[in-house]
Nanobody, 125 residues
C-alpha cells in the first residue's frame, strides 16, 4: 500500500509563503499522478493542482494559478507545494494523494487512491 506523508504546514501571515512536502513511500512519483487538495471546516475537499507521473506535466485550478506551484524530486520521492501570496481563505488542512490514472487535470477526490494524513495551514495576522 502506498503511503504519503505531508509536512511543512503552520501559521503564516497574509502575503507570506509556505512550502509543503509530500513524501511517498514508493518510487511512484514517475508513474502516478500526485495531487494536492485542501479542506476547510464545513467544506468539501477541494482539488488544487497535480503533477503527472509520466512526464511531469502540471495542472492548476483557477483558485491557485499564479500563486501555488507544484514540483517533484524523484530522487527523494517527494512532491512539493510552494504557496505564495497566501490569503486567510487559504486556511485549511492540505492533503496530497496519488492516482494511478494517467496524465491530465485530475482534481476530483474519486480519481485518487491513496491519501496522506494532512497538514494544517493557517493564514492569519
Amino acid at each position: 500500500q502506498v503511503q504519503l506523508v505531508e509536512s511543512g504546514g503552520g501559521l503564516v501571515q497574509p502575503g507570506g509563503s509556505l512550502r509543503l512536502s509530500c513524501v511517498v513511500s514508493e518510487f511512484i512519483t514517475t508513474y502516478y499522478t500526485i495531487g494536492w487538495f485542501r479542506q476547510s471546516p464545513g467544506k468539501e475537499r477541494e482539488g488544487l493542482l497535480c503533477i503527472s507521473g509520466s512526464d511531469g506535466s502540471t495542472y492548476y485550478t483557477d483558485s491557485v494559478k499564479g500563486r501555488f506551484t507544484i514540483s517533484r524530486d524523484n530522487a527523494k520521492n517527494t512532491v512539493y507545494l510552494q504557496m505564495n501570496s497566501l490569503k486567510p481563505e487559504d486556511t485549511a488542512v492540505y492533503y496530497c494523494a496519488s492516482s494511478v490514472k494517467g496524465e491530465g487535470d485530475r482534481f476530483e477526490v474519486y480519481e485518487y487512491d491513496f491519501w496522506g494524513q494532512g497538514t494544517q495551514v493557517t493564514v492569519s495576522s
